[in-house]
């Protein structure tokens, strides 16, 4: 089975630093991804960990740890337009042609107050 | 580009009616998918189309019905549909090998009345 944790909301201060955990327990691991959501709109693409350590991209930082099942999403120098839901999503397997199932986590609503 | 468009953005059906949402990339993507996602959600998978094949079917129900045209372009056929079908549908596409990014689009929020 798949069981995937993130907390359900937080808050910061513009300008300040938020961290997103995620902990998972999946039946197999291939990749684990971040994704923001701006409420009524589609996913996007955030960052991508498959092997231990850090993956930074500007103000976003992405860390995982495959032998404690563990991930985080790291947001520096917050801004309003970073108020979104944050997706932590976990690829168990690839398919045999082509694509992968992923399984996602609740997501956690990140509400950024000046 | 990682563009992946959805038409119609809103749909408001009956229970009676026939309905169909569209999906369209051209990254030339291998991989299309169809989620479900309710408010305060995240996306549940639907479907998986592995170069215009079926390849996963999450226990939808027979009232959705998808078909995968060609490379480029993923419908998903509604019929009888009822009311807690209600919901943002998502369409994604991916490269198909490697990384395997999904990029979703924008959604068609469908309303079933």
């Known amino acids: 089975g798949q069981n995937i944790d993130q907390p359900t909301e937080m808050t910061a201060t513009e300008g300040a630093i938020v961290q997103i955990n995620c902990t998972y327990q999946t039946s197999g691991f291939n990749g684990l991804f971040w994704y923001q959501q701006h409420a009524g709109e589609a996913p996007t693409f955030l960052s991508y960990n498959v092997l231990d350590g850090l993956e930074e991209k500007g103000r976003f930082s992405s860390f995982l740890s495959r032998s404690k099942g563990y991930s985080y999403l790291l947001l520096k120098e917050l801004q309003m337009k970073d108020s979104a839901s944050y997706l932590c999503?976990?690829?168990?397997?690839?398919?045999?042609?082509?694509?992968?199932?992923?399984?996602f986590g609740g997501g956690t609503r990140v509400l950024v107050k000046p | 580009d990682t563009e992946v468009t959805q038409t119609p953005k809103h749909l408001v059906m009956g229970m009676t009616n026939k309905k169909s949402l569209k999906c369209e990339q051209h990254?030339?993507?291998?991989?299309m998918y169809w989620y479900k996602q309710k408010a305060k959600k995240p996306p549940e998978l639907m479907f998986v189309y592995s170069y215009e094949k079926l390849s996963i079917n999450e226990s939808v129900p027979s009232r959705f019905s998808p078909e995968c045209p060609n490379s480029s372009l993923l419908n998903l056929h509604l019929h009888a549909l009822q009311p807690e079908d209600s919901a943002l549908y998502l369409c994604?596409?991916?490269?198909?090998?490697?990384?395997?990014?999904?990029?979703f689009g924008p959604g068609t929020r469908l309303t079933v009345l």
């Open positions: 990254m030339g993507h291998r991989a």
């Open positions: 994604a596409s991916s490269q198909g090998e490697g990384r395997d990014t999904q990029y």
């Open positions: 999503a976990v690829r168990d397997h690839g398919i045999k042609a082509a694509g992968n199932k992923l399984t």
